[in-house]
């Protein structure tokens, strides 16, 4: 039987390891074509070290776009739309979850039933909003369509109801706290996992957005790097060289949140399973 279990993770272990294996390889081929001269980039087999490095492709990228703006901005938007999302997520997953109202279950099966809509259903309509207040081409613009997330109410909803004891809020409320000290102050700190886990979905979400900045940012100055990046591909050529360096260096921010954030991911994630 010992034998038997040792072979059955030694193929669990050579499964996971081959999986993880192919999905890493698009990511070391991507940052390798940076680094590699148009004539290696297209010869076969393909390398992974490259044979000539050369930072060329990042001199080009740097020199002829302004990647860097396109990077801040979508960093700026990014940062905005995460806090805009734990802001509206915190308070409406704290009132859900433990104030007793017949609407409230009401309104959460309405949150919960936007999440099958489509953002493109409602995208022209936003983009007429936008349009109205005089915001395109704007950072604000752009957190029109990204300042509540129904995931996320029901993540910070349900731990509030697993974690966050009734006995502890009401013996806060005896003390004589007030709701607002109640909230800053006690369930915020229980729910840093779940927030950690959350910012870092609303960062990704709004990083990773392509079709609201497209309509929404129309000049050059105003892209995010998802519609950067778009450039260095038309209808009938891709400039392979430069859009791996501008990838390349794009997923420097992204890695460096998630590694900073992966024990909150982890733990925020994993607690939506739990039951008392």
């Known amino acids: 039987m010992r034998t038997k279990e040792r072979l059955v993770n030694l193929m669990i272990d050579v499964v996971l390891t081959a999986t993880c294996l192919l999905m890493i390889l698009p990511l070391v081929f991507l940052v390798s074509n940076a680094f590699k001269t148009p004539q290696e980039m297209l010869a076969w087999p393909p390398t992974v070290i490259p044979d000539d490095p050369t930072v060329a492709n990042f001199k080009a990228v740097l020199g002829d776009t302004p990647l860097l703006r396109w990077i801040g901005n979508s960093i700026l938007f990014s940062v905005l739309s995460t806090v805009c999302i734990l802001a509206t997520s915190s308070i409406s997953g704290y009132i859900l979850g433990k104030f007793r109202y017949p609407a409230f279950n009401v309104f959460f099966a309405i949150i919960l039933a936007t999440a099958i809509v489509p953002f493109e259903v409602y995208m022209i309509p936003l983009y007429f909003q936008a349009k109205a207040l005089g915001i395109l081409n704007t950072t604000w613009g752009l957190l029109l369509g990204y300042l509540v997330m129904s995931f996320g109410i029901f993540l910070i909803r349900q731990n509030v109801i697993q ?114």
Do not use: M
Not at 185 to 198: D, E, F, K, T, Y
Not at 235 to 251: I, K, N
């Open 163 to 276: 974690s966050i004891p009734d006995e502890l809020l009401e013996a806060a409320r005896i003390d004589g706290a007030g709701e607002f000290w109640i909230f800053w102050r006690i369930v915020l700190p229980l729910l840093r996992g779940a927030l950690g886990a959350l910012g870092v979905l609303a960062f990704f979400q709004a990083w990773t957005a392509f079709a609201w900045p497209l309509i929404v940012a129309t000049t050059r100055d105003s892209y995010t790097i998802e519609v950067g990046l778009a450039l260095f591909q038309t209808g009938f050529t891709v400039d392979l060289g430069r859009l791996s360096a501008a990838s390349a260096l794009v997923l420097i921010p992204s890695i460096t949140l998630f590694v900073l954030l992966r024990r909150n991911f982890v733990q925020g994630v994993a607690s939506t399973g739990l039951k008392e």
